[in-house]
């Protein structure tokens, strides 16, 4: 059964801390949200830390982005959401974040390589870097439309931060967690040596691992 209106604002609060404890946001940054039922989205306010939210400071916005209820504003990020939402049906929970790692690839506009760890593989896949738009515009929502459609579940923002989607909300933080776990690690072996890849046929192993779990849904 799925979670009703009070479980997801709190399941949002709790995202919200565990993106604050572990440094994936700063200041105010960050949004997280969840789709309700038709036409209605519980997201992040704007101008909060993440990491200090009660239940009623999450917002209520219909599929335009207006909002519904809610003592504080929505965040201004809402758009990109909504996109993600229209865009593929069977998506439940969106969590955008900084985490320091990964903005540090985003802002080098460098590719992750590729067959380095078989978690990243099994549960991220590809991870594209979508061209940069000024956050909170309906240009930064558009963006990522495409890397969307070509099977994309977690995109790092050119420039700005990383966007994961998920039919499942604490699954689309994990997303979140482990590329910026992935980018710490890349990091690292590179100041040690040269990043070996995992052989081509052992690859083919893990794919077959990730679409076990995808038909599972
Ligand atoms: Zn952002």
Redesign the pocket.
């Known amino acids: 059964m799925l979670p009703n209106e009070w479980e997801y604002r709190q399941m949002i609060c709790q995202i919200g801390q565990r993106l604050y404890s572990r440094g994936y946001v700063a200041g105010s940054?960050?949004?997280i949200s969840v789709r309700l039922a038709v036409g209605k989205y519980l997201c992040t306010p704007t101008l909060i830390s993440k990491g200090f939210m009660v239940p009623d400071d999450i917002a209520l916005v219909d599929d335009a982005g207006e909002q519904i209820s809610g003592r504080r504003q929505r965040t201004s990020?809402v758009f990109m959401h909504l996109e993600i939402y229209h865009e593929l049906p069977e998506v439940q929970a969106v969590v955008?974040?900084?985490p320091p790692y990964t903005t540090a690839f985003a802002i080098t506009g460098e590719d992750l390589p590729i067959d380095i760890l078989p978690e990243i593989e099994i549960f991220l896949g590809r991870v594209p870097i979508a061209p940069y738009a000024t956050?909170g515009t309906r240009e930064l929502a558009r963006s990522i439309v495409p890397y969307l459609h070509d099977g994309a579940n977690t995109i790092i923002?050119a420039n700005?931060?990383v966007v994961a989607c998920s039919d499942d909300l604490e699954r689309a933080y994990f997303q979140v967690e482990m590329l910026e776990h992935y980018c710490q690690v890349l990091l690292i072996a590179r100041q040690i040596g040269d990043i070996r890849q995992i052989p081509p046929q052992k690859i083919a192993e893990l794919m077959k691992i990730r679409e076990g779990l995808r038909t599972q849904g």
Do not use: I, T, V
């Open positions: 940054s960050g949004n990020e955008h974040a900084h956050p923002l700005h931060g």
